[in-house]
Protein backbone atom coordinates (compact mmCIF):
# COMPACT_ATOMS: atom_id res chain seq x y z
CA UNK A 1 0.00 0.00 0.00
CA UNK A 2 1.19 3.45 -1.22
CA UNK A 3 1.62 6.67 1.17
CA UNK A 4 0.19 8.32 -2.05
CA UNK A 5 -3.17 8.33 -3.14
CA UNK A 6 -2.47 9.00 -6.73
CA UNK A 7 0.02 7.59 -8.90
CA UNK A 8 2.92 9.93 -10.48
CA UNK A 9 3.79 9.36 -13.47
CA UNK A 10 7.11 10.02 -14.66
CA UNK A 11 5.50 12.10 -17.22
CA UNK A 12 2.11 13.24 -18.60
CA UNK A 13 0.25 15.28 -20.90
CA UNK A 14 -1.61 18.43 -20.02
CA UNK A 15 -5.07 18.77 -21.50
CA UNK A 16 -7.71 20.89 -21.16
CA UNK A 17 -11.24 21.98 -22.12
CA UNK A 18 -10.04 24.72 -24.73
CA UNK A 19 -7.64 22.00 -26.56
CA UNK A 20 -10.73 20.00 -26.04
CA UNK A 21 -12.57 22.34 -27.95
CA UNK A 22 -10.12 23.27 -30.52
CA UNK A 23 -9.91 19.35 -32.04
CA UNK A 24 -14.29 18.78 -31.24
CA UNK A 25 -14.42 22.43 -33.65
CA UNK A 26 -12.10 20.76 -36.31
CA UNK A 27 -13.95 17.17 -36.27
CA UNK A 28 -16.81 18.93 -37.66
CA UNK A 29 -15.37 21.44 -39.65
CA UNK A 30 -15.03 20.17 -43.61
CA UNK A 31 -11.41 18.99 -43.66
CA UNK A 32 -10.48 16.48 -40.37
CA UNK A 33 -6.82 15.83 -42.58
CA UNK A 34 -4.93 17.26 -45.20
CA UNK A 35 -6.56 21.08 -44.46
CA UNK A 36 -5.74 24.23 -43.10
CA UNK A 37 -4.37 23.41 -40.01
CA UNK A 38 -1.53 21.77 -40.99
CA UNK A 39 -0.70 24.74 -42.43
CA UNK A 40 -1.27 26.86 -39.98
CA UNK A 41 0.79 24.48 -37.42
CA UNK A 42 3.64 24.64 -39.34
CA UNK A 43 3.62 28.38 -39.37
CA UNK A 44 3.11 29.30 -36.03
CA UNK A 45 6.32 26.31 -35.35
CA UNK A 46 8.26 28.57 -37.64
CA UNK A 47 7.22 31.60 -36.08
CA UNK A 48 7.88 30.45 -32.47
CA UNK A 49 11.32 28.79 -33.69
CA UNK A 50 12.83 31.37 -36.20
CA UNK A 51 13.31 28.68 -38.54
CA UNK A 52 12.32 29.29 -42.61
CA UNK A 53 10.13 25.77 -42.94
CA UNK A 54 8.62 23.22 -41.19
CA UNK A 55 7.02 20.29 -42.04
CA UNK A 56 5.04 18.20 -39.94
CA UNK A 57 4.42 15.00 -39.89
CA UNK A 58 2.72 11.49 -38.06
CA UNK A 59 5.48 10.82 -35.41
CA UNK A 60 9.10 12.27 -34.40
CA UNK A 61 10.52 8.80 -35.99
CA UNK A 62 9.11 9.88 -38.72
CA UNK A 63 10.36 12.85 -38.84
CA UNK A 64 14.04 11.33 -38.51
CA UNK A 65 13.54 9.38 -40.75
CA UNK A 66 12.84 11.86 -43.70
CA UNK A 67 15.46 14.02 -42.69
CA UNK A 68 17.95 10.95 -43.14
CA UNK A 69 16.42 10.73 -46.57
CA UNK A 70 16.88 14.49 -47.11
CA UNK A 71 20.05 14.18 -46.00
CA UNK A 72 21.06 11.31 -48.68
CA UNK A 73 21.67 8.62 -46.21
CA UNK A 74 22.45 5.40 -48.09
CA UNK A 75 23.69 2.18 -47.65
CA UNK A 76 27.22 2.19 -46.85
CA UNK A 77 27.27 5.49 -45.25
CA UNK A 78 28.45 6.06 -41.30
CA UNK A 79 26.27 8.64 -39.08
CA UNK A 80 27.44 9.72 -35.78
CA UNK A 81 24.97 9.96 -33.06
CA UNK A 82 24.18 9.34 -28.88
CA UNK A 83 24.18 6.21 -27.53
CA UNK A 84 21.73 7.57 -25.00
CA UNK A 85 18.65 8.39 -26.55
CA UNK A 86 15.59 6.44 -27.92
CA UNK A 87 16.18 3.79 -30.37
CA UNK A 88 14.67 5.72 -33.15
CA UNK A 89 17.33 8.23 -33.56
CA UNK A 90 19.73 5.44 -34.72
CA UNK A 91 16.96 3.29 -36.40
CA UNK A 92 16.22 6.41 -38.50
CA UNK A 93 19.99 5.52 -39.77
CA UNK A 94 19.61 1.71 -40.46
CA UNK A 95 16.17 2.54 -42.44
CA UNK A 96 18.36 4.65 -44.97
CA UNK A 97 21.05 1.65 -45.08
CA UNK A 98 23.46 3.56 -42.81
CA UNK A 99 25.30 2.70 -39.94
CA UNK A 100 24.64 4.12 -36.66
CA UNK A 101 28.56 5.31 -34.99
CA UNK A 102 28.03 6.00 -31.26
CA UNK A 103 30.43 8.39 -29.56
CA UNK A 104 30.24 8.61 -26.19
CA UNK A 105 28.91 11.28 -23.82
CA UNK A 106 30.18 13.87 -21.24
CA UNK A 107 29.92 13.26 -17.89
CA UNK A 108 27.82 16.20 -16.63
CA UNK A 109 25.24 16.42 -19.60
CA UNK A 110 24.92 13.04 -20.68
CA UNK A 111 24.83 14.78 -24.18
CA UNK A 112 27.07 13.24 -27.46
CA UNK A 113 30.55 14.52 -26.55
CA UNK A 114 31.99 16.77 -28.97
CA UNK A 115 35.26 16.02 -28.53
CA UNK A 116 35.53 12.82 -28.80
CA UNK A 117 33.19 12.99 -32.26
CA UNK A 118 36.17 13.86 -34.71
CA UNK A 119 38.05 10.51 -33.90
CA UNK A 120 34.72 8.52 -34.95
CA UNK A 121 34.77 10.67 -38.74
CA UNK A 122 35.91 8.11 -41.75
CA UNK A 123 35.60 8.54 -45.37
CA UNK A 124 32.04 7.43 -45.04
CA UNK A 125 30.96 9.36 -42.27
CA UNK A 126 27.78 11.43 -44.10
CA UNK A 127 26.12 13.09 -41.08
CA UNK A 128 25.99 13.83 -37.32
CA UNK A 129 22.94 13.82 -35.17
CA UNK A 130 23.48 14.90 -32.08
CA UNK A 131 20.62 14.60 -29.25
CA UNK A 132 19.64 17.14 -27.01
CA UNK A 133 19.13 14.91 -23.87
CA UNK A 134 16.69 15.47 -21.71
CA UNK A 135 16.13 18.64 -23.13
CA UNK A 136 19.94 20.20 -22.74
CA UNK A 137 20.62 21.47 -25.85
CA UNK A 138 24.65 20.10 -26.95
CA UNK A 139 26.90 21.97 -27.70
CA UNK A 140 25.89 23.17 -31.24
CA UNK A 141 27.95 25.04 -32.32
CA UNK A 142 31.50 22.70 -31.91
CA UNK A 143 29.69 20.12 -33.48
CA UNK A 144 28.48 22.43 -36.53
CA UNK A 145 32.23 23.56 -37.08
CA UNK A 146 33.13 19.72 -37.27
CA UNK A 147 30.85 19.17 -39.50
CA UNK A 148 31.72 21.49 -42.01
CA UNK A 149 35.06 20.80 -41.74
CA UNK A 150 34.35 17.61 -43.11
CA UNK A 151 31.08 18.28 -45.36
CA UNK A 152 28.47 16.67 -42.84
CA UNK A 153 24.96 17.05 -42.12
CA UNK A 154 23.68 18.25 -38.87
CA UNK A 155 20.21 16.91 -38.10
CA UNK A 156 19.54 18.07 -34.36
CA UNK A 157 17.07 15.35 -32.42
CA UNK A 158 15.50 17.58 -30.66
CA UNK A 159 12.60 15.71 -29.88
CA UNK A 160 13.19 16.28 -26.02
CA UNK A 161 13.82 20.05 -26.43
CA UNK A 162 10.72 21.98 -28.01
CA UNK A 163 11.44 25.52 -25.76
CA UNK A 164 15.02 24.80 -24.82
CA UNK A 165 17.27 27.63 -25.75
CA UNK A 166 20.78 27.51 -26.89
CA UNK A 167 23.27 30.99 -27.30
CA UNK A 168 20.01 32.85 -26.83
CA UNK A 169 18.49 31.29 -30.09
CA UNK A 170 15.47 28.81 -29.85
CA UNK A 171 15.91 24.94 -30.66
CA UNK A 172 14.48 24.79 -34.12
CA UNK A 173 15.77 27.89 -35.29
CA UNK A 174 18.60 25.59 -37.21
CA UNK A 175 21.56 28.19 -36.35
CA UNK A 176 23.84 25.92 -36.21
CA UNK A 177 22.45 22.60 -38.28
CA UNK A 178 20.35 21.85 -41.14
CA UNK A 179 17.97 20.30 -39.94
CA UNK A 180 16.01 20.08 -36.63
CA UNK A 181 13.60 17.41 -35.44
CA UNK A 182 11.00 17.50 -32.52
CA UNK A 183 8.32 14.92 -31.33
CA UNK A 184 4.86 15.73 -30.02
CA UNK A 185 4.53 12.53 -28.19
CA UNK A 186 2.40 12.79 -25.05
CA UNK A 187 5.18 13.21 -22.81
CA UNK A 188 6.85 15.84 -24.95
CA UNK A 189 7.22 19.70 -24.65
CA UNK A 190 3.36 19.81 -26.30
CA UNK A 191 1.31 17.26 -28.00
CA UNK A 192 -0.54 16.29 -30.88
CA UNK A 193 -0.76 12.83 -29.33
CA UNK A 194 1.37 11.03 -31.59
CA UNK A 195 2.82 13.42 -34.15
CA UNK A 196 6.30 15.35 -35.25
CA UNK A 197 8.23 17.93 -37.20
CA UNK A 198 11.56 18.54 -39.65
CA UNK A 199 12.52 22.33 -39.56
CA UNK A 200 15.20 23.96 -41.89
CA UNK A 201 16.31 26.81 -43.50
CA UNK A 202 17.77 24.89 -46.52
CA UNK A 203 14.22 25.52 -49.21
CA UNK A 204 16.36 22.39 -51.47
CA UNK A 205 16.15 20.21 -47.92
CA UNK A 206 12.03 21.53 -47.32
CA UNK A 207 11.05 20.53 -50.64
CA UNK A 208 12.75 17.12 -50.40
CA UNK A 209 10.68 16.53 -46.94
CA UNK A 210 7.48 17.45 -48.53
CA UNK A 211 7.87 15.16 -50.86
CA UNK A 212 9.02 11.88 -48.62
CA UNK A 213 6.12 13.09 -46.23
CA UNK A 214 3.24 12.33 -48.75
CA UNK A 215 4.72 8.82 -51.21
CA UNK A 216 6.80 11.45 -53.02
CA UNK A 217 4.12 12.97 -54.65
CA UNK A 218 3.47 16.22 -55.75
CA UNK A 219 1.00 18.50 -57.77
CA UNK A 220 2.91 21.53 -58.34
CA UNK A 221 5.27 21.90 -61.40
CA UNK A 222 3.17 19.75 -63.03
CA UNK A 223 1.08 19.59 -66.81
CA UNK A 224 -1.83 21.40 -65.85
CA UNK A 225 -3.13 20.45 -69.33
CA UNK A 226 -3.28 16.88 -68.71
CA UNK A 227 -6.30 17.71 -65.42
CA UNK A 228 -6.71 19.32 -62.32
CA UNK A 229 -6.79 15.76 -61.32
CA UNK A 230 -2.97 14.79 -62.24
CA UNK A 231 -0.17 14.28 -60.33
CA UNK A 232 3.15 12.72 -60.35
CA UNK A 233 5.72 11.00 -58.31
CA UNK A 234 9.44 12.03 -57.59
CA UNK A 235 10.35 10.07 -55.06
CA UNK A 236 9.92 6.83 -52.92
CA UNK A 237 8.20 8.58 -50.32
CA UNK A 238 6.11 7.06 -47.24
CA UNK A 239 2.30 8.24 -45.61
CA UNK A 240 3.81 10.07 -42.82
CA UNK A 241 0.96 12.85 -42.90
CA UNK A 242 -0.36 13.89 -39.59
CA UNK A 243 -4.19 15.23 -39.21
CA UNK A 244 -6.14 18.52 -39.40
CA UNK A 245 -7.48 17.73 -35.39
CA UNK A 246 -3.78 16.26 -34.23
CA UNK A 247 -2.25 19.81 -35.56
CA UNK A 248 -5.28 21.80 -33.87
CA UNK A 249 -4.30 20.56 -30.75
CA UNK A 250 -0.81 21.38 -31.55
CA UNK A 251 -1.67 24.59 -32.15
CA UNK A 252 -3.60 25.41 -28.89
CA UNK A 253 -0.82 23.71 -26.77
CA UNK A 254 1.86 25.87 -28.33
CA UNK A 255 0.15 28.70 -27.30
CA UNK A 256 1.26 27.42 -23.52
CA UNK A 257 4.53 25.90 -24.52
CA UNK A 258 6.13 29.01 -22.74
CA UNK A 259 4.11 28.70 -19.59
CA UNK A 260 4.68 24.84 -19.66
CA UNK A 261 8.45 25.31 -19.76
CA UNK A 262 8.55 27.86 -17.10
CA UNK A 263 6.67 25.24 -14.73
CA UNK A 264 9.51 22.36 -15.47
CA UNK A 265 12.31 24.78 -14.81
CA UNK A 266 10.18 25.69 -11.36
CA UNK A 267 9.97 22.08 -10.76
CA UNK A 268 13.72 21.25 -11.73
CA UNK A 269 14.83 24.28 -9.77
CA UNK A 270 13.03 22.53 -5.86
CA UNK A 271 14.50 18.84 -7.14
CA UNK A 272 17.66 21.17 -7.72
CA UNK A 273 18.33 23.17 -4.35
CA UNK A 274 17.02 20.18 -2.30
CA UNK A 275 19.40 17.60 -4.14
CA UNK A 276 22.27 20.37 -3.01
CA UNK A 277 22.24 19.08 0.46
CA UNK A 278 22.39 15.77 -0.18
CA UNK A 279 25.76 13.42 -1.00
CA UNK A 280 23.60 10.42 -1.86
CA UNK A 281 23.11 11.01 -5.54
CA UNK A 282 24.48 13.58 -8.28
CA UNK A 283 23.33 15.49 -11.05
CA UNK A 284 23.19 16.65 -14.23
CA UNK A 285 24.38 20.11 -14.98
CA UNK A 286 22.92 23.04 -16.74
CA UNK A 287 25.58 24.75 -18.89
CA UNK A 288 25.43 28.93 -19.23
CA UNK A 289 24.78 29.39 -22.23
CA UNK A 290 21.88 26.94 -22.79
CA UNK A 291 18.19 26.52 -21.19
CA UNK A 292 16.98 23.05 -20.44
CA UNK A 293 13.19 22.46 -21.81
CA UNK A 294 13.77 19.77 -18.84
CA UNK A 295 11.83 17.59 -20.44
CA UNK A 296 13.42 14.82 -17.87
CA UNK A 297 14.72 15.53 -14.66
CA UNK A 298 17.22 12.46 -13.92
CA UNK A 299 19.30 11.64 -10.77
CA UNK A 300 22.66 9.16 -11.11
CA UNK A 301 23.12 6.82 -7.73
CA UNK A 302 26.30 8.03 -6.24
CA UNK A 303 29.36 5.72 -5.85
CA UNK A 304 31.42 7.58 -3.34
CA UNK A 305 35.08 6.30 -3.83
CA UNK A 306 34.24 3.60 -6.04
CA UNK A 307 32.83 1.12 -3.22
CA UNK A 308 30.65 -0.21 -4.82
CA UNK A 309 31.26 -3.29 -7.79
CA UNK A 310 29.71 -2.76 -10.76
CA UNK A 311 27.03 -5.28 -10.28
CA UNK A 312 26.32 -3.86 -6.58
CA UNK A 313 25.16 -0.87 -8.02
CA UNK A 314 23.16 -1.78 -10.54
CA UNK A 315 21.08 -4.15 -7.73
CA UNK A 316 21.40 -0.90 -5.58
CA UNK A 317 19.77 1.35 -8.11
CA UNK A 318 16.98 -1.55 -8.86
CA UNK A 319 16.04 -1.40 -5.47
CA UNK A 320 15.77 2.11 -4.77
CA UNK A 321 13.59 2.33 -8.33
CA UNK A 322 11.50 -1.10 -6.82
CA UNK A 323 11.25 1.54 -3.63
CA UNK A 324 9.46 4.11 -5.25
CA UNK A 325 7.28 2.85 -7.17
CA UNK A 326 6.15 0.61 -4.52
CA UNK A 327 5.30 3.88 -3.14
CA UNK A 328 3.33 5.16 -6.33
CA UNK A 329 6.17 7.58 -7.87
CA UNK A 330 6.45 6.11 -10.96
CA UNK A 331 10.39 6.08 -11.81
CA UNK A 332 11.48 5.80 -15.10
CA UNK A 333 15.41 5.33 -16.74
CA UNK A 334 16.49 7.21 -19.78
CA UNK A 335 18.00 5.17 -21.23
CA UNK A 336 19.66 1.77 -22.06
CA UNK A 337 22.52 2.35 -24.65
CA UNK A 338 21.25 1.95 -28.30
CA UNK A 339 24.13 -0.32 -28.93
CA UNK A 340 23.20 -2.83 -26.18
CA UNK A 341 19.87 -3.82 -27.11
CA UNK A 342 19.68 -7.82 -28.64
CA UNK A 343 19.36 -6.09 -32.13
CA UNK A 344 22.36 -3.96 -32.12
CA UNK A 345 24.32 -6.83 -30.64
CA UNK A 346 23.22 -9.05 -33.78
CA UNK A 347 24.44 -6.32 -35.91
CA UNK A 348 28.13 -6.63 -33.80
CA UNK A 349 28.03 -3.51 -31.87
CA UNK A 350 29.49 -4.68 -28.92
CA UNK A 351 29.77 -3.34 -25.29
CA UNK A 352 32.39 -1.38 -23.68
CA UNK A 353 32.28 1.33 -26.84
CA UNK A 354 30.98 4.21 -24.52
CA UNK A 355 31.85 3.62 -21.01
CA UNK A 356 30.26 6.53 -19.63
CA UNK A 357 27.21 5.75 -21.39
CA UNK A 358 27.67 2.20 -19.74
CA UNK A 359 28.53 3.50 -16.47
CA UNK A 360 25.58 6.21 -16.60
CA UNK A 361 22.90 3.95 -17.62
CA UNK A 362 23.73 1.84 -14.29
CA UNK A 363 23.17 4.94 -11.72
CA UNK A 364 20.20 6.44 -14.05
CA UNK A 365 16.86 7.03 -12.27
CA UNK A 366 14.38 9.41 -13.79
CA UNK A 367 12.10 11.14 -11.75
CA UNK A 368 8.72 12.48 -12.13
CA UNK A 369 8.39 15.92 -14.09
CA UNK A 370 5.81 17.29 -16.29
CA UNK A 371 4.10 21.03 -16.13
CA UNK A 372 0.60 19.43 -14.18
CA UNK A 373 2.68 18.16 -11.19
CA UNK A 374 1.75 20.04 -8.26
CA UNK A 375 4.58 20.76 -5.30
CA UNK A 376 3.10 18.73 -3.16
CA UNK A 377 3.58 15.60 -5.09
CA UNK A 378 7.45 17.04 -6.15
CA UNK A 379 7.77 17.00 -2.10
CA UNK A 380 6.06 13.50 -2.06
CA UNK A 381 9.17 12.25 -4.27
CA UNK A 382 11.94 14.23 -2.37
CA UNK A 383 10.48 12.84 0.63
CA UNK A 384 10.09 9.12 0.05
CA UNK A 385 13.51 9.38 -2.31
CA UNK A 386 15.43 10.38 0.21
CA UNK A 387 13.66 7.95 3.45
CA UNK A 388 15.20 5.02 0.41
CA UNK A 389 18.33 6.52 0.45
Known amino acids: MTLHKKFIPYSTQWIDKVDINAVSGTLLSDWITQGPKIREFEKKLS ?70 IEEKITQRTKAIIPVHFAGHPC ?109 ALGINQLKRLNKFIKRRRDIAGIYNREFSRSNKVELLSENKNVKSAHHLYVIKIKDKKSKFKKSDLILRRKNIFDALIKKGIGVNVHYIPVYLQPYYQQLGYKRGICPIAEDYYNRAITLPLYPKMRDKDVKYVLRILFNIL
Open 139 to 247: DLEQIYHIAKKHNLFVIEDAAHALGAEYQGAKIGSCKYSDMTIFSFHPVKSITTGEGGAVLTNRKDLYEKLILFRNHGITRNKIKRSYGLWYYEMLELGFNYRITDFQC
Open 47 to 116: SYCKAKYVVVLSNGTAALHIACLAAKIKSGDEVITSPITFVASANCILYCGGAPIFVDIQKDTANIDPNK
